[in-house]
């Protein structure tokens, strides 16, 4: 049981992927629940971990989520650096990790349905999954910053196009902690570009989170949302990312919108060629100002699937925000999670 102070404790649990791939879900403040409560699972995103929901600020989402009733679970899919690096895709966290923690979470809790709040590539990688079918048991989607069609800033899209292909030769990964110390000669070279080019800080890992991640300055959240604390927490919450992630994002890109692998028959090729194989309703957020993914590319996703069921779904547009500062902003617990409870409510 890991100890997190005031707010409780989560509790660790060991499972295997539908592939053998280890995975970990955390139950929040589990002590103190009394049964028969609603599941959340939240999913986060690439390079980082279920950590990410747990910043160091007076409230977060998952204490508003357990205050408002609800059994709050976290999710360490294979993206996660609390796990080995693994050489993943979209489509292996879409075939082998959630249906087998919707699938874990239903065993435990004895729910037949659940909701979940995804993020960013938790977000990508669980839309292939439940737009395939793979999940009938999830009644309820958050989905934050991107879903079905990823849309980057110009500069984003021109450094994918040129570099991916040429960093995937010489690299595996990809890693914000050689900000703290870069070993070999690639990852020198990498920090040293990352030295010359962003002056927006003084944290070196929020200056190679925001390298791999697009070409803001900063790409993930404006720092006028960050705390100092938070600032520098971050230096810890993010690492290892593969190559073969921005690889298979870089056809998404071009194609506008997901494509998987083609390596899984239970995936289509094509996520938006056909309407989505699941009943559940879907609320897409995106930062107004998010330099990650833009916000048309959530607008797309939101037209996709009113077409299919209008008037079902909810596209809400977060002013002031950006990618992750809707999870971890000085104010989001006021501005952005009671929005997200709402949400839930309504089932």
Not at 58 to 76: F, I, K, M, S
Not at 130 to 158: C, D, F, M, T
Not at 291 to 317: A, N, V, W, Y
Request: proline share 7%; hydrophobic share 45%.
């Amino acid at each position: 049981m890991l100890d997190i102070g005031f707010r409780g404790a989560v509790t660790s649990v060991k499972f295997s992927a539908d592939d053998g791939f280890p995975l970990e879900l955390l139950r929040f403040n589990a002590q103190a629940l009394p049964p028969g409560r609603e599941v959340v699972l939240l999913v986060h995103g690439a390079g980082v971990r279920a950590n990410i929901f747990l910043p160091p600020l007076p409230d977060t989402l998952p204490e508003q989520l357990a205050r408002a009733g609800y059994d709050v679970w976290l999710l360490n899919w294979r993206a996660s650096i609390d796990l080995a690096p693994n050489q993943w895709t979209l489509d292996h966290a879409a075939v082998f990790d959630y249906p087998a923690a919707v699938r874990k979470l239903r065993e435990i809790t004895g729910v037949d349905t659940i909701k979940a709040i995804i993020h960013c590539q938790g977000s990508t990688s669980f839309m292939m999954s439940i737009v395939a079918g793979l999940l009938p048991e999830v009644n309820l989607v958050i989905s934050n910053a991107v879903a079905l069609h990823p849309v980057v800033p110009k500069l984003a899209r021109i450094k994918a196009n040129l570099a991916t292909g040429p960093v995937s030769t010489v690299l595996d990964y990809l890693n914000p902690q050689w900000g703290l110390g870069a070993p070999g000669f690639w990852p020198k070279l990498i920090d040293a570009w990352v030295r010359l080019t962003h002056h927006e800080c003084d944290n070196p890992v929020c200056k190679h989170s925001s390298f791999a991640y697009g070409a803001g300055f900063p790409t993930l959240w404006s720092h006028e949302n960050l705390d100092d604390e938070t600032h520098e927490w971050i230096k810890g919450e993010f690492a290892h990312v593969p190559l073969t992630f921005f690889k298979q994002m870089k056809r998404c890109i071009g194609a506008g919108h997901l494509v998987s692998t083609g390596k899984f028959p239970t995936l289509p090729e094509n996520f938006v060629a056909s309407a989505p194989r699941t009943d559940a309703r879907f609320v897409f957020l995106v930062g107004q100002d998010n330099q990650c993914f833009l916000p048309e590319g959530m607008t797309r996703t939101f037209d996709h699937f009113e077409r299919h069921s209008p008037g079902k779904h909810m596209l809400q547009i977060l002013a002031g925000y950006g990618h992750l500062d809707v999870f971890i902003g000085k104010n989001a617990a006021r501005d952005v999670f009671p929005l997200i409870i709402d949400e839930l409510g309504r089932g």
